[in-house]
């Protein structure tokens, strides 16, 4: 017998369905000052919801998903990882 997955509560802030470049906090978890000894409370790193907008500006890539951009993915809580990997992978222009 199969279960389910868990749904898991909204984050308390959209920008957390991410890893935070600058602290390096993991999806779901608040950023925290340089040290890693205090969490903040009040928002997160800029670099963070930058990623996320990026994100959340990218289409989709999993072939099950295809959420437009601006759009939740669907199937999961977060966003995929290969929609992150896609929208934080650096492009080259000629």
Excluded at 13 to 24: E, S
Excluded at 62 to 86: G, K
Aim: hydrophobic share 30%; aromatic share 4%.
């Amino acid at each position: 017998m199969s279960h389910s997955p868990r749904r898991r509560p909204p984050y308390r802030f959209p920008q957390l369905a991410v890893q935070c470049r600058w602290c390096r906090a993991h999806v779901g978890e608040l950023c925290t000052n340089h040290r890693g000894t205090k969490a903040r409370r009040a928002d997160t790193h800029d670099t963070r919801l930058t990623d996320w907008d990026r994100v959340m500006s990218t289409r989709c890539p999993e072939r099950i998903c295809q959420a437009a951009a601006d759009q939740p993915c669907t199937l999961t809580p977060d966003v995929h990882t290969a929609r992150i990997t896609a929208a934080l992978t650096p492009t080259t222009t000629p």
